[in-house]
């Protein structure tokens, strides 16, 4: 059953640009303008009219962004949540500007070990993530720490836990990997490993959605039933102010957005894409975090009732649950 028919959430890639080269992501391979701020808060206008309550400013790297604090207090002022994920690189240099203006900030972390961890980002910022910490805590801000946990560093989720969330009474974000285009992602999730993540929901201050467990146990997204809702939960905005759809990851068509998106999001064009989320053979097996977090919050079933408590839980350590009503 259907509880939300509107859009809930905007990905708005502010640049795909990147100063790290992540073996686990294509975006920063490709070249990208950035995102300007007339067109930006005509779009606010118009989500804010489709119903859209969280815009996560991503990327690419979001801070390369030179007018990012400009956007997001934008954002604010329309009363949409935000959240920005960053590799920290740059955090220190702009923390004083993003004060206050972000609800839900994640510093990703690969590894609780310095050579694993800029190994695994094709640069050397760890110790920009201890000065990002460092920054954040002087300026009362309260990162959560992003964990892409994969099959060969399942078992680092301890160490991270006790070494940087812990200390400071953090969220720890556990991130379980997806597989997408090319990208190598490494092993599959063994079952038992799906039961030690599942197992870690329960811990304090740490998020896991419960719902993302039982999809791989169920073998991701089926077109012929498809619990995917990726382009009726999820707005997603290109660099280009291009309407992405059905999602960004697919992506089988760009539409322009001329100041027009309310009106562009109703027409027959864009709702024949829409209509084909979950459905098109790419989306056999799809368990991409990205899209199934949002699609799991607007329907009644199975994967909606196991993702509420971890829901609840994560915008309760927030403070954001109020906003989403």
């Not at 950035?34 to 991503?58: P, R």
């Not at 400009?70 to 500007?97: E, H, R």
């Not at 408590?309 to 309760?316: E, F």
């Amino acid at each position: 059953m259907r509880l939300i028919s509107h859009p809930i959430l905007c990905n708005y890639y502010v640049t795909y640009r990147c100063n790290a080269k992540c073996g686990f992501c294509d975006i920063w391979e490709k070249p990208s303008p950035y995102v300007d701020l007339k067109s930006a808060e005509e779009n606010f206008k118009a989500l804010k009219k489709l119903g859209v309550k969280v815009i996560d400013f991503t990327g690419g790297e979001p801070l390369l962004h030179q007018q990012l604090d400009q956007l997001l207090s934008l954002a604010k002022s329309y009363g949409f949540i935000t959240t920005v994920t960053t590799n920290c690189l740059l955090y220190p240099k702009y923390a004083d500007k993003l004060k206050g203006l972000i609800d839900m900030l994640h510093f990703s972390l690969d590894s609780p070990h310095e050579e694993e961890h800029n190994e695994s980002r094709g640069v050397a910022c760890y110790d920009f993530i201890l000065q990002s910490l460092a920054k954040a805590n002087e300026l009362g801000e309260q990162p959560d720490i992003l964990f892409t946990v994969f099959e060969h560093n399942i078992h680092q989720i301890e160490e991270v836990y006790q070494k940087f969330c812990l200390p400071q009474n953090l969220v720890l974000i556990l991130n379980p990997m997806f597989e997408y285009n090319d990208v190598n992602t490494g092993e599959s999730f063994s079952s038992e490993s799906l039961k030690t993540l599942a197992s870690w929901s329960k811990k304090k201050n740490v998020y896991l959605n419960d719902a993302f467990i039982q999809l791989r146990m169920d073998g991701g997204n089926h077109i012929d039933k498809p619990v995917c809702k990726a382009a009726s939960s999820t707005i997603v905005i290109s660099p280009y102010n291009e309407l992405v759809l059905p999602c960004y990851h697919l992506g089988i068509q760009s539409v322009k957005i001329q100041n027009d998106l309310y009106e562009l999001y109703q027409t027959d064009k864009v709702q024949s894409l829409v209509a084909q989320e979950g459905r098109l053979p790419a989306c056999e097996g799809c368990t991409i975090n990205c899209y199934m977090q949002p699609s799991f919050a607007v329907e009644m079933n199975k994967y909606w009732w196991k993702a509420l408590p971890s829901t609840i839980k994560y915008n309760r350590l927030k403070g954001t649950w109020k906003q989403l009503f």
